[in-house]
């Protein structure tokens, strides 16, 4: 259920905790975007065989890993400061939680900023870019509703995108299977299908994170703790 | 450096922390323990094609789950009830951080036990085998000394787990290029290596997780955060 901010960071322990909390959540948001940027430069560069914009990936990801570091001291700080009561205090630590799944996600598209260095030195746009093209939208569209998820404390949207995680793995099944077809066909495809094979996992986890990140938004609205909870169970708690 | 458990847990807000935090500490190395043996376990099913004892270890993944939420659960009350300073917050959150790392090591050991059960269905050891028996001693050994290293505050052998997993990055690298060459051999050596393959990815994330836990370790020890940070920094820290 969608509910407005108010109802849940208002009537905590303090006034100065919501506004600690309000810039926390802002820097969580903000390093969402980088970490989406990456991984949209990421694909952009895999597709065009651009390497100068993958080395920029490479680049930026050490400014992702510090965003991680100062978000994880800021919440510590809140917390002595505050002294939160438990409720409020687990807001704070799913924030924490959600920053490792993002630079996570930074991982994911570093690694896939490689493999388009690889591919681009061999030429030729491999078999399995149709599939790349295809999960890497349907991922980067979970991870920006996750991120506007927990922006507008959307627990159907969070949802949503736990759905859509299942169609994403089955995505990658038959892709990974495609693949494995064609390096049978000639062994001169092997090389090249399996640095796409590693681009497809990597896309896989970044569609796990998001995953998690809506599991912790749905924690934050609701109240529960959801983590290794089937959906359906979850698809109750959010429509109750 | 390796400190006594008094000269890190000692001194703290108050005796009551300082139970609290050894009860932590002791449910992070028992679920340690239980996620190293399902990785053992789920190793020796894929050598042995004991699809029993994949299954079991599949089964066991529920186990490993509910424990970290129940790891997280105890930590969370433990900061609400103390209300810690900085640096003993830290050292709790530390723990939360260092569970998800062992919980996802718990979710590599149950991709190597499916990819037990598939490849046990093929018969015939594939190849591969040599090296996924020898990077996975090496990676049990990395998360044994990780843990190891986190019951006795030993910041030294944290150091030497990171400095080996830099080694196992190495040995992946050449078992996944010697995999690729077997492949290109004869097709019908693709679906196999394939599964091999995903084994041995699992296994150098197992490393990743170790990895990720010493840096904790070291951070509960000498007080600096050195996620992200270049071996030979951390070494001059902890060599001081």
Same mark, same amino acid.
């Given at each position: 259920?969608? %509910? /407005? &901010? &108010?109802? $849940?960071?208002?009537?905590h322990t303090s006034h100065e905790f =919501?506004? #600690? !909390? +309000?810039? *926390? =959540? +802002? #820097?969580? !948001?903000?390093?969402?975007?980088?970490v989406r940027d990456q991984l949209? =430069?990421?694909? +952009?560069? *895999?597709? /065009?065989g651009d390497?100068?914009? +993958? /080395?920029? $990936?490479? =680049? &930026? #990801? %050490?400014i992702v890993? %510090? *965003?991680e570091l100062e978000i994880d001291d800021e919440a510590v700080r809140i917390i002595a400061r505050r002294q939160p009561a438990a409720i409020d205090l687990r807001l704070v630590i799913a924030v924490m939680k959600m920053v490792a799944d993002l630079e996570? @996600?930074? #991982?994911?598209a570093k690694k896939i900023a490689k493999s388009a260095l690889a591919l681009s030195e061999e030429g030729q746009a491999p078999r399995g870019? @149709?599939?790349v093209r295809h999960i890497s939208n349907h991922v980067l569209e979970m991870l920006n509703d996750a991120l506007d998820a927990f922006a507008r404390l959307d627990s159907e949207l969070a949802l949503r995108v736990m759905k859509e995680d299942k169609i994403v793995d089955e995505e990658y099944k038959a892709a990974t299977r495609s693949l494995l077809t064609f390096m049978m066909e000639d062994t001169r495809n092997i090389s090249r299908c399996m640095s796409v094979m590693w681009v497809l996992r990597a896309l896989e986890r970044v569609g796990d994170h998001a995953c998690n990140i809506s599991e912790h938004v749905i924690f934050m609205v609701e109240g529960e703790d959801i983590r290794h909870t089937p959906v359906e169970d979850t698809e109750k708690l959010v429509g109750r």
């Open positions: 259920m969608k %509910k /407005d &901010n &108010n109802s $849940v960071y208002g009537g =919501n506004e #600690d !909390l +309000a810039s *926390l =959540n +802002a #820097d969580f !948001l903000k390093m969402g975007y980088m949209t =430069n990421a694909i +952009a560069a *895999l597709m /065009d390497g100068f914009r +993958a /080395d920029e $990936v490479r =680049n &930026n #990801d %050490k890993d %510090k *965003l996570r @996600v930074g #991982d994911e870019y @149709v599939e």
